[in-house]
């Protein structure tokens, strides 16, 4: 059974950092892209920040300079630190794991930025 458990939510004032961590089981960690999706009410659900099982990252241009993702694979885990975090910041985040456009999800974290 896949599971993906999001941690490190929580609630921050702008310019704050916050670490979110995502812990992975049942997949073959290390071959898939991890990524974070956040969503913000009523609005649609967006990439955030994807990384390849060779470390190539991708960034929502929004983010670019703020927010940092990296991977454990020995911990079968994925991080997403976010630093200068600003009110549009404020969203549920998923973890995403994908390998051959097989999709698994976390259940979501709440992070929301105070201004």
């Known amino acids: 059974q896949v599971q993906l458990v999001e941690s490190g939510g929580d609630l921050v004032q702008a310019g704050g950092s916050l670490r979110l961590s995502c812990g992975a089981s049942?997949?073959?960690?290390?071959?898939?892209?991890m990524a974070w999706y956040r969503q913000a009410p009523g609005k649609q659900r967006e990439l955030v920040a994807s990384i390849t099982s060779y470390d190539h990252t991708n960034y929502l241009d929004s983010v670019k300079g703020r927010f940092t993702i990296s991977r454990d694979n020995a911990k079968s885990t994925v991080y997403l630190q976010m630093n200068s975090l600003k009110s549009e910041d404020t969203a549920v985040y998923y973890c995403?794991?994908?390998?051959?456009?097989?999709?698994?999800w976390g259940q979501g974290t709440q992070v929301t930025v105070s201004s």
């Open positions: 995403n794991a994908n390998l051959f456009g097989v999709h698994y």
């Open positions: 049942g997949i073959m960690f290390s071959l898939n892209t």
